[in-house]
């Protein structure tokens, strides 16, 4: 068990330049997760949640302070370089899905493998729909898949490569209450039989409060932390 911190981030600041104004959408952020923790990013819409979370998968660079991510920090990589950190240790779930059309759940699912050159990629994507439920929608392409199917390919997808951390931005934000209960037991269940770190940008009450700690972003500022547990 790795007892340092598996996401690190240091006076991490984020401006952008609108016409005459300069936008501060985070203001000196600091906060440390540990492996196999799972966190809630919560706070009002604007406030820097997803913005932060690009951050902290290298999507995006910060005006100032840096990210590390199991002790590599973010500033002293290029794009190759966190490119290959993310496909190896950055599983990312987008509120809108980003699958594919051209392909199908099975085939979605193996692509983070394929470009790692794995080959037993069938196999472990089989198994990762089969765990999400999905066993009998491989064939189909996101087109014929319901909302709720289509986040779970993309939780499938997000855990091919069993990466140490995920990112999850709103999972059950396009949902109804029956199949983000499900998402959410999903999420938990993958991150135990993994060990996986999680961060997660929520409005879902009932997501968060599973969660084991609750970061809460007021206006580009982390404000309070709440334990759970």
Do not use: Y
């Amino acid at each position: 068990m790795i007892t340092s911190p598996v996401i690190k981030v240091a006076g991490l600041s984020h401006q952008v330049q609108l016409e005459q104004q300069t936008l501060t959408i985070l203001d000196g952020i600091d906060f440390e997760v540990k492996q196999g923790e799972s966190v809630a990013l919560v706070g009002a819409s604007g406030s820097g949640k997803s913005t932060l979370l690009g951050l902290l998968a290298g999507l995006d660079k910060a005006t100032s302070g840096d990210i590390a991510i199991k002790g590599q920090w973010l500033s002293q990589l290029d794009e190759g370089q966190k490119a290959a950190l993310r496909a190896k240790d950055i599983g990312f779930v987008f509120q809108s899905f980003l699958l594919l059309p051209t392909l199908n759940a099975l085939e979605n699912v193996m692509l983070p493998a394929q470009l790692q050159g794995r080959g037993s990629a069938k196999q472990s994507a089989s198994a990762l729909l089969e765990q999400v439920g999905l066993s009998e929608r491989m064939a189909h392409f996101p087109s014929q898949l319901s909302g709720g199917e289509q986040q779970r390919v993309a939780l499938a997808r997000a855990f091919m490569n069993e990466p140490a951390i995920l990112l999850a931005d709103e999972p059950t934000g396009n949902l109804d209450t029956q199949t983000g209960a499900r998402i959410i037991d999903l999420l938990f269940e993958l991150n135990q039989h993994h060990g996986t770190t999680l961060v997660i940008v929520t409005h879902d009450e009932t997501l968060a409060a599973r969660c084991q700690r609750r970061l809460v972003m007021t206006s580009g500022q982390l404000k309070e932390v709440l334990t759970h547990g």
